[in-house]
């Protein structure tokens, strides 16, 4: 297959042993250890050859490399019911943090008036994935100009064993309380989150370069 050649062709086997220690969920012979700069030069070269659109078919892929590049390439759809189309074929798909974090389609932020509705069903997805990746859309395109008040209630509701959601939720409102700390705030004094979340939202947010230091000794007094 011509993208797994490509792929690797740029291969770091260093970098394929460090990401391998990041990505635990998944084994390590399915990485083949491509920077993201250059995968990222090569998604922009590939999306320009035929064969690229084939490549989109043919789920799943053998290699973590090949689903970042996949997520690469659907990111730069122009059509937003293309893109949410192929977004939801790939979702079922995504095994792990790194490729739902770098899945950022750029067509999202001229449709957000339709994405919302999107992101309530992605959230509510059983699939670890696609819940992560709902909720990581919602602080990117709901958390400034087009912030409601209401929207903090949608990963409020969501109860889950998985460790890559619940980090997810607790990344959510430790960057809601840096933008919208007035709004967010009554979710930790009211303790609106599971416990291990709610202290992990604490964490982020005095980690925080973004919240002030009274706000910081505020929010240690609230955790659990």
């Known amino acids: 297959m011509k993208a797994q050649g490509l792929l690797f ?20 012979e399915t990485i083949i250890g491509v920077r993201t700069p250059a995968i990222r030069k090569l998604a922009k070269e590939y999306a320009k050859d035929p064969e690229s659109a084939a490549f989109l078919m043919q789920l799943p892929h053998t290699y973590y490399d090949e689903n970042i590049l996949h997520a690469l390439l659907v ?29 950022s389609p750029k067509v999202f932020k001229k449709n957000r008036d339709r994405l919302i509705k999107k992101i309530k069903e992605w959230t509510a997805s059983d ?29 409020a509701e969501v109860h889950s064993e998985e460790y890559y959601v619940n980090m997810m939720i607790a990344w959510f409102y430790a960057t809601a309380l840096a933008k919208q700390w007035d709004a967010t705030i009554g979710y930790i004094e009211d303790q609106r989150l599971d416990t291990w979340t709610h202290n992990k939202t604490i964490q982020k947010a005095r980690e925080s370069y973004r919240i002030t230091p009274e706000q910081k000794e505020y929010l240690k007094t609230l955790k659990m």
């Open 9 to 28: 062709q740029v291969q770091d086997k260093g970098y394929r042993d460090f990401q391998s220690k990041l990505i635990p969920t998944i084994p390590a």
């Open 75 to 103: 990111a730069e759809i122009k059509d937003y019911d293309t893109c949410v189309k192929e977004v939801e074929r790939f979702l079922p798909h995504v095994d792990n943090w790194a490729v739902c974090d770098i899945f």
């Open 127 to 155: 699939h670890p994935y696609t819940c992560r990746f709902g909720m990581e859309m919602l602080m990117t395109h709901f958390l400034d100009e087009d912030f409601r008040v209401e929207y903090l209630e949608i990963p």
